[in-house]
């Protein structure tokens, strides 16, 4: 199993430039999810899906968008990159079941700069 | 999700045990007490979690205490590849918050 892999690994943005990061998990998982980590601060909330079709907004979703139509594939897309949007992105999945399996894995990140 | 707190840094001599804790004195009776590590900027990587009593895996042993206020994350034998940032969450549902974090540095 390759896990959760994210594409790209860097990228640089002009202001009001759209993109869409990509992450896709080989291991049949049902949760999906998007943090972003700022320097020097703990990961943050963007967007999760409990399963195809179904999305819902975390703690800071203001600029991003996020589809789930396959299990294996969760995008987060951003509309008009802003400089408050340099971060770092990590994607995440779990599998379904009760929260004492609330073990997440996590994709190697995307590091994005937008000037 | 109750909030938890966690010193800022630490160092710990390499083969030693590195005793990391963590205080939660908010938690609720569903909420478990979960610890991941993230090493040099790679996506978060789960160790252990626990309810209400003491867990060991094959990476560390998790004490909680009596009154589940509080709990200590322990790795027995510190290597250098253990030094990383390492959050403590409370959680009942399928959503992790991390906070800060502790930053672990190993030493020689």
């Known amino acids: 199993n390759a896990g959760v892999t994210q594409t790209p690994k860097f990228r640089i943005l002009k202001i009001g430039q759209s993109m869409t990061l990509q992450c896709t998990q080989d291991?049949?998982?049902?949760?999906m999810y998007w943090y972003r980590q700022d320097p020097g601060m703990g990961l943050k909330l963007i967007y999760y899906?409990?399963?195809?079709?179904?999305?819902d907004k975390g703690e800071v979703p203001n600029g991003y968008n996020v589809s789930r139509s396959t299990t294996e594939d969760f995008p987060l897309r951003l509309e008009l990159a802003a400089p408050s949007q340099t971060s770092v992105y990590f994607c995440?999945?779990?599998?379904?079941?009760?929260?004492?399996?609330?073990?997440?894995?996590f994709g190697p990140g995307t590091r994005l700069t937008v000037l | 999700d109750a909030k938890t707190t966690q010193p800022t840094s630490m160092d710990c001599a390499e083969g030693r045990a590195a005793n990391l804790p963590c205080n939660h004195s908010?938690?609720?009776?569903?909420?478990?007490v979960y610890w991941y590590r993230q090493i040099h900027s790679q996506g978060p990587q789960y160790i252990i979690h626990?309810?209400?009593n003491n867990e060991t895996n094959e990476m560390a042993s998790l004490i909680i205490t009596e009154d589940r206020k509080s709990s200590t994350l322990i790795l027995p034998h510190a290597t250098l590849r253990d030094t990383a940032v390492y959050y403590c969450?409370?959680?009942?549902?399928?959503?992790?918050?991390f906070g800060a974090g502790t930053t672990v540095t190993v030493r020689a």
């Open positions: 908010t938690i609720s009776g569903n909420e478990y």
């Open positions: 626990g309810l209400k």
């Open positions: 899906s409990v399963g195809a079709g179904i999305t």
């Open positions: 995440a999945s779990r599998t379904q079941g009760a929260v004492i399996y609330n073990e997440q894995f």
């Open positions: 969450i409370v959680s009942a549902d399928y959503k992790l918050s």
């Open positions: 291991m049949n998982h049902n949760y």
